[in-house]
T-cell receptor, first 110, second 114 residues
Framework: AQRVTQPEKLLSVFKGAPVELKCNYS??????LFWYVQYSRQRLQLLLRHISRESIKGFTADLNKGETSFHLKKPFAQEEDSAMYYC????????????FGKGTKLSVKP | EPEVTQTPSHQVTQMGQEVILRCVPISNHLYFYWYRQILGQKVEFLVS????????KSEIFDDQFSVERPDGSNFTLKIRSTKLEDSAMYFC????????????FGSGTRLTVV
């Protein structure tokens, strides 16, 4: 079964500290993976997609097929990074439906 | 930047009543979706809609749910007889293709069934 696992409900770090939000997936084949961010009371926004290998707001994520992981990293957290972060993958064979993890709340303290 | 618009932002309804949640997707998008997030739980897929018909639906999307694109711009989700467990945030989304790269979500409607 296709599944996305985010093991941490809450991650709390101090400003300037490195951040790693964990995401593991279960998928047969080549997954298409994404990170979404939801700032307080705002809509879900696409942060990263693995296929573009880009860095947005200092965040990067590398697909590790051996470990079936797609962890989100940032070397120096900022207070404005505080938000809910969701890892998601495209349901294979679907019309683009997304399967989400439960999300991790990142809290960056001053 | 184009947005997906959802109305209302919050709706309170009595159990057993019908509700209609409204969405205006981005105008040149072709694929439309509804997702649901019960408080404290993950975002779950409900239904996808393409070419004026339902493409796929999840187990959650039972006979109480229906979707429509009545006029080429609005995309609605109707719940015929609401239950307490229907209380959730409902997100509409759209994209141009099915690849997942251009997904745009609306800001959601918080439905509270009392």
């Amino acid at each position: 079964a296709q599944r996305v696992t985010q093991p941490e409900k809450l991650l709390s770090v101090f400003k300037g500290a490195p951040v790693e939000l964990k995401c593991n997936y279960s998928y047969s084949g080549s997954p298409e993976l994404f990170w979404y961010v939801q700032y307080s009371r705002q809509r879900l926004q696409l942060l990263l997609r693995h296929i573009s290998r880009e860095s947005i707001k200092g965040f990067t994520a590398d697909l590790n097929k051996g470990e079936t992981s797609f962890h989100l990293k940032k070397p120096f957290a900022q207070e404005e990074d505080s938000a809910m972060y969701y890892c998601a993958l495209i349901d294979g064979g679907s019309q683009g439906n997304l399967i989400f993890g439960k999300g991790t709340k990142l809290s960056v303290k001053p | 930047e184009p947005e997906v618009t959802q109305t209302p932002s919050h709706q309170v309804t009595q159990m057993g009543q019908e509700v209609i949640l409204r969405c205006v997707p981005i105008s040149n998008h072709l694929y439309f979706y509804w997702y649901r997030q019960i408080l404290g739980q993950k975002v779950e897929f409900l239904v996808s809609f393409y070419n004026n018909e339902i493409s796929e639906k999840s187990e959650i999307f039972d006979d109480q749910f229906s979707v429509e694109r009545p006029d080429g711009s609005n995309f609605t989700l109707k719940i015929r007889s609401t239950k307490l467990e229907d209380s959730a945030m409902y997100f509409c989304a759209s994209q141009m293709s099915r690849q997942g790269y251009g997904y745009t979500f609306g800001s959601g409607t918080r439905l509270t069934v009392v």
